[in-house]
Nanobody, 113 residues
């Protein structure tokens, strides 16, 4: 069974940075697509970025700012968030797109003006 644990969220001022990590068990990154999603209050959950063996995909709002990578040795999926804006405030979730029920508990990201 796939289990995902997110970490790295917190409170940061606009322009600051956060590094989110997703530790996964029961899944091989080499054969699955991993993604970071976010959900702000009153809004639907949206895909921020995803990664599979030979490609990455990003939401238009974060292209060039939130690179997604996999650190295979540490077995974590990383979302590096730089130049954060208040509108980036949300709960961020890790998800294996190839496993429908593989959602983590989320990590809160709050960006103050």
């Amino acid at each position: 069974q796939v289990q995902l644990v997110e970490s790295g969220g917190g409170l940061v001022q606009a322009g600051g940075s956060l590094r989110l990590s997703c530790a996964a068990s029961g899944i091989l990154y080499a054969t699955n697509t991993m993604g970071w999603y976010r959900q702000a209050p009153g809004k639907e959950r949206e895909l921020v970025a995803s990664i599979k063996p030979s490609s990455t995909d990003y939401a238009d709002s974060v292209k060039g700012w939130f690179p997604i990578t996999i650190e295979y040795a540490k077995k974590v999926v990383i979302l590096q968030m730089d130049s954060l804006k208040p509108e980036d405030t949300a709960i961020y979730y890790c998800h294996a797109l190839t496993h429908k029920d593989s959602w983590g508990q989320g990590t809160q990201v709050t960006v103050s003006p």
